[in-house]
């Protein structure tokens, strides 16, 4: 089977990018798939390692119109049995490309992404115009999505949202990478990894942190990520007088090795597709604080591997990172219970289920 994959590019750090180079390194190395990824404007090597029988080819191409006469060229040459779109400039006309691939849309975002997006800026001028617009290009995405031979996406919840359409599933996010080292849980220190943007909500993390730090004085919290919000995260933490406690760090390319020094992960997103972070956190065996936001969480953690607190409520979120805090035992549980649970979400036991699709869709 020849599987093409469609993507901006593989340069940045984000969650797209490294799980779409897990399932594709799979797809290569484990099956006899023929697996392409075409990139709309490569922009330098991929930032997560990608297998060498994943074959690239980058279009160079910036405008739609170019990149959709290049795209239709590319897949009549290369004519794939399954082309993928991850949500792309390629959306809207992709099921229009007469290359006679099924179309297969996988959704690395919850249907309402956006709103959620806005609804989380805190400095923002007519919110209930831009609120507007995010709704419309909403209801824009519902037209495209029944176009799709089949639309995947990450959680149950999310299927449910879209109103479980007849062309609709869902597969999981498969953990990008292993641990054979875990965290003693005995370090001081709390991670969180993600963009510093409103969606991600490290906003909320800093409050919440900054509301018990005065009673935890050696404890740290460190953030890896970069984005619009950095210089309201350093207003925070200047307004909490934590600068001694909080740092931000550019995104980390081996951050495996820097959850395995922390003893807590935590999740403070406002909105999130999956949450893949979380499968990361708990490969390194760490217990997990996550805000129970409307869609992942609730589908990865149990009681028995971390603590899900109501959506945004930063005064229960600073109390359960500091029931953790308190409680080197109940850490080291959760995070043994977590290091365990987590296999579920390995590639191996994720990628059938995507094969299993694949298989489907050629054969009709």
């Not at 931000?248 to 935590?266: C, D, F, T, W």
């Not at 035992?329 to 299993?356: C, D, H, T």
Request: net charge neutral.
């Amino acid at each position: 089977m020849k599987i093409a994959y469609c993507i901006i590019s593989l340069h940045q750090s984000g969650g797209t990018e490294r799980v779409l180079t897990t399932k594709m390194n799979f797809l290569a190395d484990h099956t006899e798939c023929s697996v392409y990824v075409i990139l709309q404007d490569e922009q330098g090597e991929p930032f997560f390692q990608l297998s060498p029988k994943v074959r690239r080819i980058s279009l160079r191409v910036k405008g739609k119109r170019d990149y959709r006469v290049a795209l239709e060229q590319t897949l009549i040459s290369l004519r794939p049995d399954v082309t993928i779109c991850v949500g792309g400039a390629e959306l809207s006309f992709i099921n229009d490309l007469k290359d006679g691939s099924k179309k297969v849309l996988e959704f690395h975002y919850t249907k309402n992404f956006l709103v959620n997006f806005v609804k989380g800026i805190r400095r923002i001028r007519f919110k209930s115009l831009h609120l507007l617009k995010v709704w419309l290009i909403q209801k824009r995405l519902a037209y495209y999505v029944k176009k799709f031979d089949l639309v995947v996406g990450l959680t149950a919840r999310d299927v449910q949202l879209w109103g479980s359409p007849a062309n609709m599933t869902y597969v999981y996010n498969p953990l990008s990478f292993r641990s054979n080292v875990k965290s003693t849980t005995q370090n001081k220190e709390i991670i969180s990894v993600g963009s510093f943007t409103p969606a991600k909500g490290m906003d909320l993390l800093v409050e919440a942190f900054g509301r018990i730090a005065p009673r935890y004085p050696d404890w740290k919290l460190s953030l890896y990520g970069s984005g619009q919000d950095y210089n309201l995260l350093n207003e925070l933490i200047a307004q909490y007088h934590i600068e001694s406690q909080v740092s931000l760090h550019e995104p980390e390319r081996n951050i495996g090795e820097k959850m395995v020094e922390s003893s807590i992960y935590a999740f403070p997103s406002r909105s999130d597709g999956f949450g893949l972070v979380l499968t990361e956190a708990m490969e390194c065996g760490l217990p997990c604080v996550a805000f129970d936001c409307e869609c992942g969480p609730r589908e990865i953690l149990s009681k028995d591997t971390g603590i899900l607190v109501p959506p945004q409520d930063v005064d229960e979120f600073g109390q359960a990172l500091a029931r953790l805090m308190d409680s080197e035992e109940l850490r080291r549980q959760m995070g043994y219970a977590a290091s365990k649970e987590v296999v579920r979400f390995y590639v191996e036991n994720i990628m059938p289920r995507w094969i299993e699709l694949f298989n489907q869709l050629v054969e009709k």
